[in-house]
């Protein structure tokens, strides 16, 4: 059992599914692997619902030790419950990594305006290395406050997010990821105002991620 967590089953039981084993190894043996962004989370789908159940109170139980992955496991499972102990973590962290992190955590839960305001402030956050770090959750919403934020992401800074950003809008394009973009920066910018080019990378982006 993992030191410093609430633990209160057996994570070893044969009761226990692989999935619910592969999701209970990763958020509380060691979670290295998701804070990287590598590791499949297809098990969030694939727990019974008696283990969701389970899953989303070992996390709540242990969101008050502020771990990045548990606040982002609390979104990913929807938990309903978790959401008064989020609204007090984010209250009561100045931090903007933070309030990046569980204002994502309560949007998955309630669609909470709070966090479309929090991207919006991200884009002009002096922090070029903030911008990046976070740079992906632009792309949550889906709609398109996430399209004009790749178009003014475009005209970035920072060469890396510009670089992001056109590799992304060129994946939705063409259906691929390469080290040569088929479309450059001044494409984008000279037809920003193209509905239909805005609503084909709108649908890519629902479509491929």
Not at 89 to 105: K, P
């Amino acid at each position: 059992m993992a030191t410093g967590y609430n633990i209160d089953i057996d994570p070893n039981s044969s009761d226990f599914s692989k999935a619910f084993k592969d999701f209970y190894s990763v958020h509380f043996i060691n979670s290295f692997g998701l804070t990287r962004g590598d590791v499949d989370t297809s098990f969030f789908a694939s727990m019974t619902n008696s283990e969701k159940e389970i899953a989303k109170r070992l996390v709540r139980q242990n969101l008050k030790l502020r771990q990045a992955h548990l606040f982002t496991a609390s979104g990913q499972l929807k938990d309903k419950e978790a959401l008064t102990i989020l609204y007090e973590q984010l209250e009561n962290n100045d931090d903007f990594s933070w309030q990046m992190t569980i204002g994502q955590a309560i949007w998955r839960i309630n669609g909470d305006s709070l966090y479309p305001k929090l991207l919006t402030q991200l884009q002009n956050y002096p922090s070029d290395l903030m911008r990046q770090a976070h740079f992906e959750q632009v792309l949550d919403l889906q709609n398109e406050q996430s399209i004009e934020a790749y178009f003014d992401y475009l005209n970035d800074s920072n060469s890396i997010i510009t670089s992001m950003t056109l590799s992304k809008l060129n994946y939705w394009l063409t259906g691929k990821y390469s080290d040569t973009f088929l479309f450059d920066k001044n494409y984008f910018i000279e037809n920003r105002n193209n509905k239909d080019l805005k609503e084909t990378l709108l649908q890519k982006l629902k479509t491929l991620g």
